[in-house]
């Protein structure tokens, strides 16, 4: 649903941009492009998801590997980043590695 002023705001972002960038405090220094906004299309599966319903809830987001995974660092803050949002609560993640020497070293 859009809102009252996202068709104008969008439309002045996009031939305003050097203007907008002045206004965050890290300064570009390479090239600036738009990129689509679309994360309709995301779908995240956590291995275990535990919800601790303390007085102040929390939830213990598990992962378990077996080998290196290189996006594994990507994915662990994207997970939280989605349950927070969803739950409204902080998240813990626990990553377990499943063999003393995984195939993959690093």
Known sequence: MSKPYDVSVKVMWDQ?????LTLVPRNPRGA???IDSDLATVTV???K?????DPRPWILHSEFQSNRDPSLEWRVPWYNAILEYKHKCLVHSL???LRA???RPA
């Open 45 to 47: 599966l956590a291995d």
């Open 101 to 103: 020497k995984p195939r």
């Open 16 to 20: 305003h941009l050097p203007d907008w």
């Open 49 to 53: 998801i535990v919800f601790v319903d």
């Open 32 to 34: 600036v492009r738009i």
């Open 95 to 97: 990553v377990v590695l």
